[in-house]
């Protein structure tokens, strides 16, 4: 088998080294010693942009997708919205969105080439929080999930506050997706408590149909 190769390092700002490494055509991200993804877990990135955009049940506008990781969520997203619509990913850390323009690009298709994407640079929680801007889908993906937290700064996104706040920054009727590597009945809780129609899916991890399943919360502003 072929040794894996660190391409590049860098740290977060939390000060959480990161690495990006290759063994022929897979990729791997590692955050803190473990490994954050890889390019092969593709299938339940790609399942948070579909179907969330799926469950908005209209053509959306403007879409957020946090963060950006290898770019599958983004480019799903792209893939699915019209000609006219705008997906911003906000990326803490700047050496990953660095890692989409260089060696990771092809991964996802080159998705931060699209003329409708833009790139947030800084937390995904500021962004929600920042006006005027309204999204009618939210797409988080930034930790492994609602309860299991590598940046101990993301637990507030998941908190009754950071899914008020993701309501107040969706359309009415808009769409709040969440990824996670784990079931969270707590949160589930949560997010009807905030006022969504809240629905968990258990999705393959791989687009090759094998291997582990992860969770997505779908969350539906209530008009
Ligand atoms: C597991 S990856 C996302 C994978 C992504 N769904 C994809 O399609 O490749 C998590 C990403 O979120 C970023 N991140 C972590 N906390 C964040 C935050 N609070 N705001 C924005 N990005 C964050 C990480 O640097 C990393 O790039």
């Given at each position: 088998m072929l040794p894996w190769e660190t391409l590049d390092t860098a740290t977060a700002p939390d000060g959480e080294s990161l690495d990006l490494r290759r063994r022929g055509d897979e990729f791997l991200i590692r955050a803190g010693g473990y490994d954050l993804m890889s390019s092969e877990d593709d299938g339940?990135?790609?399942?948070?942009?579909?179907?969330?955009?799926?469950?908005?049940?209209r053509p959306a506008q403007h879409v957020l997708v946090g963060g950006l990781g290898m770019g599958f969520t983004l480019r799903e997203a792209l893939d699915l919205v019209g000609p006219e619509a705008t997906v911003e990913v906000a990326e803490l850390v700047e050496a990953v969105v660095r890692w989409n323009q260089g060696p990771l690009a092809d991964v996802a298709r080159r998705p931060l080439e699209d003329p409708r994407a833009r790139v947030f640079h800084g937390d995904v929680g500021a962004r929600i929080r920042k006006p005027p801007q309204r999204f009618d889908a939210i797409l988080l993906d930034v930790d492994n999930g609602p309860d299991a937290l590598a940046h101990d700064g993301n637990?507030?996104?998941?908190?009754?506050?950071?899914l008020a706040a993701a309501r107040d920054a969706l359309t009415p009727g808009g769409v709040l997706g969440v990824w996670s590597f784990s079931d969270d009945r707590k949160f589930t809780a949560r997010c009807k408590k905030a006022g969504f129609e809240t629905e968990v899916k258990k999705v393959q991890a791989s687009r090759k149909g094998r291997g582990r399943f992860h969770y997505i919360w779908i969350a539906k502003r209530r008009p």
């Amino acid at each position: 088998m072929l040794p894996w190769e660190t391409l590049d390092t860098a740290t977060a700002p939390d000060g959480e080294s990161l690495d990006l490494r290759r063994r022929g055509d897979e990729f791997l991200i590692r955050a803190g010693g473990y490994d954050l993804m890889s390019s092969e877990d593709d299938g339940s990135s790609k399942a948070l942009s579909s179907l969330g955009l799926l469950e908005l049940g209209r053509p959306a506008q403007h879409v957020l997708v946090g963060g950006l990781g290898m770019g599958f969520t983004l480019r799903e997203a792209l893939d699915l919205v019209g000609p006219e619509a705008t997906v911003e990913v906000a990326e803490l850390v700047e050496a990953v969105v660095r890692w989409n323009q260089g060696p990771l690009a092809d991964v996802a298709r080159r998705p931060l080439e699209d003329p409708r994407a833009r790139v947030f640079h800084g937390d995904v929680g500021a962004r929600i929080r920042k006006p005027p801007q309204r999204f009618d889908a939210i797409l988080l993906d930034v930790d492994n999930g609602p309860d299991a937290l590598a940046h101990d700064g993301n637990g507030a996104l998941y908190s009754s506050s950071g899914l008020a706040a993701a309501r107040d920054a969706l359309t009415p009727g808009g769409v709040l997706g969440v990824w996670s590597f784990s079931d969270d009945r707590k949160f589930t809780a949560r997010c009807k408590k905030a006022g969504f129609e809240t629905e968990v899916k258990k999705v393959q991890a791989s687009r090759k149909g094998r291997g582990r399943f992860h969770y997505i919360w779908i969350a539906k502003r209530r008009p």
